[in-house]
């Protein structure tokens, strides 16, 4: 696996090329995958498809601004995000956190001190020693690139599907709570319905058998991992 693949990517959201260009090369320079978006559903539909690390978004977007972005975005990820905007008041500053921003930084910018926020940011939300790949028999979850495999076959799966086969996979055999929006009342996801429904859950079984079980917890079902059980 490259340096690239292993640092995952980061999506820049901001209609001047020449300031998504200089963020984009530093950020390449230490070894992440840069793509760019010029609008704001353009950048929302590069986070549905490529599930980056995290996102650097411009507020004030040619359609949608950044702070409807980052609230869109927030109702089904918590993907880091980072505004880039030349909005400096503390009213804006203040709002675009509350909005769900991890961080907020102001143009005229230094590159240099983007980086170091992205290299920040990511380490609080990844955790200084938590690995990018964790393996459970023969699922693979690539944290970075936000990837499942089985085997060498890589999983499609939905943003909540793949945040509840990470903590899965990372809980090993301590359950991990199965919560998320949808038809189920109380908006529950029910962890034996999503695993019978779920098209990327059929892809997760081995020998007919899902490689996940559930389990009834004190707050409810639960599930956990079954490969490390065996």
Not at 114 to 134: N, S
Not at 145 to 152: A, K, P, S, T, Y
Not at 210 to 215: G, N
Request: charged fraction near 35%; charge should be positive; hydrophobic fraction near 35%.
């Amino acid at each position: 696996m490259s340096e690239r693949d292993r640092k995952g990517t980061i999506v820049i959201v901001d209609d001047e090329p020449n300031i998504a260009d200089l963020a984009g090369m530093y950020l390449e320079r230490e070894g992440y995958r840069v793509l760019k978006a010029v609008t704001g559903e353009a950048g929302l539909e590069a986070c549905r498809t490529h599930r980056p690390r995290l996102l650097v978004l411009d507020v004030g977007l040619p359609d949608i601004d950044g702070l409807e972005v980052c609230k869109r975005i927030r109702a089904q990820s918590q993907v880091p995000v980072i505004f880039l905007t030349a909005r400096d008041s503390e009213v804006d500053r203040v709002l675009g956190l509350e909005l769900g921003g991890d961080d907020y930084l102001t143009k005229p910018f230094s590159p240099a001190e983007l980086v170091a926020r992205v290299k920040a940011v990511l380490r609080r939300v990844d955790g200084a020693t938590a690995p990018d790949i964790v393996q459970a028999g023969p699922v693979t979850v690539d944290a970075g690139r936000r990837e499942v495999r089985l085997g060498d076959r890589a999983v499609e799966m939905t943003t909540k599907e793949f945040d509840l086969r990470s903590s899965a996979t990372r809980s090993r055999s301590r359950p991990c709570a199965a919560w998320g929006t949808g038809s189920n009342r109380a908006g529950r996801l029910h962890p034996r319905e999503w695993a019978d429904a779920s098209p990327s859950q059929s892809a997760l079984r081995r020998d007919g058998r899902h490689l996940v079980r559930c389990a009834r917890g004190q707050h409810g079902r639960r599930r956990r991992d079954r490969s490390s059980q065996r």
